[in-house]
Protein backbone atom coordinates (compact mmCIF):
# COMPACT_ATOMS: atom_id res chain seq x y z
CA UNK A 1 0.00 0.00 0.00
CA UNK A 2 0.93 4.03 -0.50
CA UNK A 3 0.34 6.31 1.68
CA UNK A 4 -2.39 7.94 -0.64
CA UNK A 5 -4.24 4.16 -0.64
CA UNK A 6 -7.69 4.01 0.99
CA UNK A 7 -10.29 1.54 1.00
CA UNK A 8 -14.19 3.08 0.41
CA UNK A 9 -17.51 1.71 -0.35
CA UNK A 10 -19.22 3.55 -3.34
CA UNK A 11 -23.07 2.73 -3.18
CA UNK A 12 -24.61 2.09 -6.93
CA UNK A 13 -26.81 5.05 -6.55
CA UNK A 14 -27.81 8.07 -7.81
CA UNK A 15 -26.50 9.89 -4.12
CA UNK A 16 -24.20 7.58 -4.02
CA UNK A 17 -21.28 9.02 -1.19
CA UNK A 18 -18.38 6.96 -1.12
CA UNK A 19 -18.14 5.61 2.45
CA UNK A 20 -14.54 6.13 3.27
CA UNK A 21 -12.68 3.31 5.78
CA UNK A 22 -10.30 4.44 8.25
CA UNK A 23 -7.69 2.21 7.89
CA UNK A 24 -5.20 1.81 5.24
CA UNK A 25 -5.25 -0.83 3.24
CA UNK A 26 -3.03 -4.16 3.83
CA UNK A 27 -1.45 -6.19 0.75
CA UNK A 28 -4.15 -7.59 -1.24
CA UNK A 29 -5.62 -7.35 -4.50
CA UNK A 30 -9.30 -7.97 -4.52
CA UNK A 31 -11.86 -7.60 -1.64
CA UNK A 32 -14.28 -10.36 -1.13
CA UNK A 33 -18.36 -9.67 -0.59
CA UNK A 34 -20.59 -12.32 1.38
CA UNK A 35 -23.17 -13.59 -0.95
CA UNK A 36 -25.74 -11.83 0.83
CA UNK A 37 -24.00 -8.46 0.08
CA UNK A 38 -23.84 -7.78 3.91
CA UNK A 39 -20.38 -8.01 5.05
CA UNK A 40 -17.03 -6.99 3.02
CA UNK A 41 -13.92 -8.41 3.63
CA UNK A 42 -9.83 -6.83 2.98
CA UNK A 43 -6.76 -6.62 4.42
CA UNK A 44 -5.84 -3.49 6.69
CA UNK A 45 -2.44 -2.17 8.00
CA UNK A 46 -2.10 -3.08 11.73
CA UNK A 47 0.98 -1.94 14.13
CA UNK A 48 4.31 -2.86 13.35
CA UNK A 49 4.40 -2.86 9.60
CA UNK A 50 2.18 -5.60 10.27
CA UNK A 51 -1.28 -6.74 8.43
CA UNK A 52 -4.73 -8.20 9.02
CA UNK A 53 -7.55 -9.72 7.35
CA UNK A 54 -10.69 -7.18 8.41
CA UNK A 55 -14.04 -9.16 8.07
CA UNK A 56 -17.04 -5.95 8.89
CA UNK A 57 -20.78 -5.25 8.20
CA UNK A 58 -21.37 -2.88 4.99
CA UNK A 59 -21.77 -0.14 7.47
CA UNK A 60 -18.44 -0.74 8.61
CA UNK A 61 -18.66 -2.82 12.01
CA UNK A 62 -16.12 -5.13 12.69
CA UNK A 63 -16.83 -9.05 12.79
CA UNK A 64 -13.22 -10.36 13.17
CA UNK A 65 -10.06 -9.70 12.56
CA UNK A 66 -7.11 -12.27 11.62
CA UNK A 67 -3.36 -11.38 11.85
CA UNK A 68 -1.47 -12.07 9.27
CA UNK A 69 2.32 -10.13 9.87
CA UNK A 70 3.75 -8.68 6.89
CA UNK A 71 2.31 -11.17 4.14
CA UNK A 72 1.05 -10.66 0.74
CA UNK A 73 -2.47 -12.55 1.49
CA UNK A 74 -5.63 -13.67 -0.87
CA UNK A 75 -8.76 -14.55 0.61
CA UNK A 76 -12.59 -15.82 0.31
CA UNK A 77 -15.27 -16.25 1.74
CA UNK A 78 -17.26 -19.93 1.57
CA UNK A 79 -20.54 -19.62 -0.20
CA UNK A 80 -22.72 -19.41 3.14
CA UNK A 81 -20.52 -16.94 4.71
CA UNK A 82 -19.64 -18.85 7.86
CA UNK A 83 -15.83 -19.57 6.83
CA UNK A 84 -12.92 -17.99 5.75
CA UNK A 85 -9.76 -18.74 3.68
CA UNK A 86 -6.83 -16.75 3.71
CA UNK A 87 -3.30 -17.68 1.46
CA UNK A 88 -0.72 -15.82 3.11
CA UNK A 89 2.84 -15.79 1.43
CA UNK A 90 5.84 -16.47 3.48
CA UNK A 91 7.10 -13.52 5.06
CA UNK A 92 10.17 -12.33 3.60
CA UNK A 93 8.51 -13.73 0.47
CA UNK A 94 6.06 -10.99 -0.15
CA UNK A 95 6.32 -11.06 -4.06
CA UNK A 96 4.34 -13.84 -4.82
CA UNK A 97 0.91 -14.85 -3.27
CA UNK A 98 2.72 -18.68 -2.59
CA UNK A 99 2.55 -20.05 0.97
CA UNK A 100 0.59 -21.62 3.04
CA UNK A 101 -3.57 -21.74 3.60
CA UNK A 102 -6.01 -21.57 6.30
CA UNK A 103 -9.18 -21.44 7.32
CA UNK A 104 -11.37 -19.67 9.90
CA UNK A 105 -14.48 -19.31 11.43
CA UNK A 106 -16.33 -16.05 10.59
CA UNK A 107 -18.32 -16.47 14.57
CA UNK A 108 -15.81 -16.93 16.82
CA UNK A 109 -12.50 -16.77 14.90
CA UNK A 110 -11.43 -20.18 15.80
CA UNK A 111 -9.15 -21.81 12.91
CA UNK A 112 -10.37 -24.87 11.65
CA UNK A 113 -7.90 -26.25 9.11
CA UNK A 114 -4.96 -25.38 7.10
CA UNK A 115 -1.90 -26.83 5.19
CA UNK A 116 1.33 -25.64 5.53
CA UNK A 117 4.20 -26.08 3.69
CA UNK A 118 3.35 -26.62 0.60
CA UNK A 119 3.57 -23.59 -2.21
CA UNK A 120 0.00 -23.39 -2.59
CA UNK A 121 -0.97 -20.25 -4.98
CA UNK A 122 -5.23 -20.22 -5.59
CA UNK A 123 -7.93 -21.91 -3.68
CA UNK A 124 -11.44 -22.43 -4.92
CA UNK A 125 -14.26 -22.96 -2.26
CA UNK A 126 -17.05 -25.63 -2.78
CA UNK A 127 -20.40 -24.67 -3.25
CA UNK A 128 -20.96 -26.78 -0.12
CA UNK A 129 -18.66 -23.82 2.26
CA UNK A 130 -17.21 -27.62 3.31
CA UNK A 131 -14.42 -27.75 0.97
CA UNK A 132 -11.47 -26.38 -0.57
CA UNK A 133 -9.64 -27.15 -3.59
CA UNK A 134 -6.27 -25.78 -3.64
CA UNK A 135 -3.52 -25.48 -6.53
CA UNK A 136 0.63 -26.09 -5.78
CA UNK A 137 3.48 -25.19 -8.13
CA UNK A 138 7.28 -25.49 -7.25
CA UNK A 139 7.81 -23.03 -9.83
CA UNK A 140 10.86 -20.02 -8.73
CA UNK A 141 11.82 -17.02 -10.18
CA UNK A 142 15.50 -15.55 -10.24
CA UNK A 143 15.45 -11.86 -8.96
CA UNK A 144 16.32 -10.36 -12.33
CA UNK A 145 12.43 -11.64 -12.66
CA UNK A 146 10.79 -10.31 -9.54
CA UNK A 147 13.19 -7.50 -9.56
CA UNK A 148 10.91 -4.64 -7.61
CA UNK A 149 7.71 -5.72 -8.82
CA UNK A 150 4.91 -7.01 -5.54
CA UNK A 151 1.65 -9.48 -7.04
CA UNK A 152 0.61 -12.43 -8.23
CA UNK A 153 2.90 -14.68 -9.72
CA UNK A 154 0.80 -14.68 -13.52
CA UNK A 155 2.18 -10.93 -13.31
CA UNK A 156 5.95 -12.35 -13.87
CA UNK A 157 5.22 -15.05 -15.85
CA UNK A 158 5.50 -14.71 -19.79
CA UNK A 159 1.79 -16.22 -21.24
CA UNK A 160 3.91 -18.16 -23.69
CA UNK A 161 5.68 -20.27 -20.54
CA UNK A 162 2.69 -21.56 -18.43
CA UNK A 163 2.49 -24.86 -20.47
CA UNK A 164 6.06 -25.19 -18.72
CA UNK A 165 4.52 -25.03 -15.26
CA UNK A 166 3.34 -28.34 -14.07
CA UNK A 167 0.56 -28.12 -10.68
CA UNK A 168 -0.63 -30.39 -8.33
CA UNK A 169 -4.51 -30.20 -7.04
CA UNK A 170 -5.45 -31.22 -3.76
CA UNK A 171 -9.05 -31.35 -1.68
CA UNK A 172 -9.02 -30.20 1.96
CA UNK A 173 -12.24 -31.23 3.75
CA UNK A 174 -12.53 -28.94 6.33
CA UNK A 175 -11.90 -30.21 9.87
CA UNK A 176 -10.12 -33.00 8.37
CA UNK A 177 -6.62 -31.78 8.35
CA UNK A 178 -5.76 -34.58 5.83
CA UNK A 179 -5.92 -33.23 2.30
CA UNK A 180 -6.61 -35.81 -0.41
CA UNK A 181 -4.51 -35.47 -3.99
CA UNK A 182 -6.91 -35.17 -6.77
CA UNK A 183 -4.23 -35.38 -9.63
CA UNK A 184 -0.46 -34.39 -9.91
CA UNK A 185 1.49 -32.86 -12.59
CA UNK A 186 -1.00 -31.08 -14.88
CA UNK A 187 -0.17 -28.34 -17.24
CA UNK A 188 -3.10 -26.09 -17.29
CA UNK A 189 -4.23 -23.91 -20.43
CA UNK A 190 -3.34 -21.10 -21.13
CA UNK A 191 -6.65 -19.39 -20.43
CA UNK A 192 -6.85 -21.37 -16.93
CA UNK A 193 -3.48 -20.25 -16.66
CA UNK A 194 -4.61 -16.98 -15.99
CA UNK A 195 -7.93 -17.49 -13.56
CA UNK A 196 -5.90 -19.91 -11.18
CA UNK A 197 -3.64 -17.12 -10.78
CA UNK A 198 -5.80 -13.97 -10.51
CA UNK A 199 -8.47 -16.32 -8.84
CA UNK A 200 -9.34 -14.14 -5.25
CA UNK A 201 -10.96 -11.76 -8.83
CA UNK A 202 -12.85 -15.05 -10.36
CA UNK A 203 -14.07 -16.45 -6.84
CA UNK A 204 -17.33 -14.95 -6.92
CA UNK A 205 -18.03 -15.03 -10.91
CA UNK A 206 -16.80 -18.35 -11.97
CA UNK A 207 -16.63 -21.69 -10.00
CA UNK A 208 -14.47 -25.10 -10.95
CA UNK A 209 -16.98 -27.07 -8.57
CA UNK A 210 -19.51 -28.80 -9.64
CA UNK A 211 -23.12 -27.32 -8.04
CA UNK A 212 -23.28 -30.72 -5.50
CA UNK A 213 -19.31 -30.10 -4.75
CA UNK A 214 -18.45 -33.79 -6.12
CA UNK A 215 -15.94 -32.82 -8.75
CA UNK A 216 -13.87 -30.34 -9.99
CA UNK A 217 -13.52 -29.14 -14.17
CA UNK A 218 -9.84 -28.57 -15.34
CA UNK A 219 -8.49 -27.74 -18.23
CA UNK A 220 -5.28 -28.65 -19.66
CA UNK A 221 -3.79 -31.81 -20.21
CA UNK A 222 -2.50 -34.48 -17.22
CA UNK A 223 0.34 -36.27 -17.24
CA UNK A 224 -0.85 -39.18 -19.18
CA UNK A 225 -3.85 -37.99 -21.37
CA UNK A 226 -5.11 -36.01 -23.73
CA UNK A 227 -5.10 -32.39 -23.71
CA UNK A 228 -8.70 -30.15 -23.76
CA UNK A 229 -11.68 -30.25 -20.62
CA UNK A 230 -10.99 -33.14 -17.76
CA UNK A 231 -13.84 -33.81 -14.83
CA UNK A 232 -11.82 -34.83 -11.50
CA UNK A 233 -14.50 -36.04 -8.98
CA UNK A 234 -13.24 -35.46 -5.93
CA UNK A 235 -14.18 -39.11 -3.73
CA UNK A 236 -11.36 -40.70 -6.20
CA UNK A 237 -13.06 -42.19 -9.00
CA UNK A 238 -11.46 -42.06 -12.32
CA UNK A 239 -11.25 -38.58 -14.28
CA UNK A 240 -13.53 -38.18 -17.54
CA UNK A 241 -12.28 -36.51 -20.78
CA UNK A 242 -14.80 -34.35 -22.00
CA UNK A 243 -13.17 -33.24 -25.21
CA UNK A 244 -11.45 -30.43 -26.87
CA UNK A 245 -11.60 -26.93 -25.35
CA UNK A 246 -8.92 -24.38 -23.59
CA UNK A 247 -11.46 -23.33 -20.13
CA UNK A 248 -14.51 -24.81 -19.21
CA UNK A 249 -16.41 -23.44 -15.61
CA UNK A 250 -19.61 -25.01 -13.95
CA UNK A 251 -22.57 -23.86 -13.96
CA UNK A 252 -23.85 -22.55 -10.09
CA UNK A 253 -27.42 -23.99 -10.82
CA UNK A 254 -27.85 -28.15 -10.14
Known amino acids: STSEARIAILPLTDAGQAQQRSERPGRFFAPDWSNDGEQIV ?71 DEVKGESIIAFFWAPDSEQVAYFMSSFSFNEEQIGSTSGHAAALIPPTQHENIAIQ ?18 Q ?16 RSDTIWSPDSRAIVLSGKPLLGEGGIWIYPVAGEQPQWIGDGDLAFWSWHK
Open 42 to 112: YAVESSGGRYDVLVTEINGDEVQRFAVGRSLVAFALSSDGSKLAILRSSEGENTLISGDLAVYDITSGDKL
Open 188 to 203: MSESLFSVVFFFDQYQ
Open 169 to 186: IAVLRVGSFAPQTIVSDF
